[in-house]
């Protein structure tokens, strides 16, 4: 697709932003981070194919975004919102970090601004 006149860029995505399909989120653990007894330490996510970040125009703030040598790589890259940088690194540069999602271990490699996601006028989330 990235390939016909016009296109500047193509991604593919599980879901996308204002998706009323509902969300995927899931228990994870942060490398040093200790959680609070009542915290809740679930995030939401999505699967997206480099350039995507670039084709929704959602600025790349630190790191870098995914790319080819990401896919089925070990480490596997994750990037992350600044609010959830901001929640489990506060005034830290998250890159390099870690985190484990289910039986997975995710190494930080960037952090994008912010975006709507779910609808219109919601509160940031920890993406």
């Known amino acids: 697709m990235g390939e016909l006149p016009g296109v ?26 200790q959680p609070a007894p009542d915290e809740e330490m ?5 699967n997206v194919s480099p350039d ?8 790349v703030l630190r790191g870098r975004e995914f790319s080819e040598r ?5 480490p596997n890259a994750v990037i992350v919102n600044q609010t959830m940088a901001a929640r489990f690194w506060k005034g830290q540069d998250p890159t390099g970090r870690q985190i484990h999602l289910g039986p997975d271990t995710l190494t ?3 952090v994008v601004k912010d975006i709507t996601y779910q609808e219109l006028g919601e509160r940031p989330m920890s993406f």
């Open 70 to 74: 990401d896919s089925g790589g070990t």
């Open 42 to 46: 679930s995030i939401t996510f999505n």
């Open 52 to 59: 995507y970040f670039r084709t929704m125009g959602i600025p």
């Open 108 to 110: 930080v490699v960037g």
């Open 8 to 33: 500047t860029s193509a991604a593919i995505a599980r879901r996308v932003p204002i998706n009323l399909g509902g969300r995927s989120s899931s228990g994870i653990r942060v490398d040093g981070y």
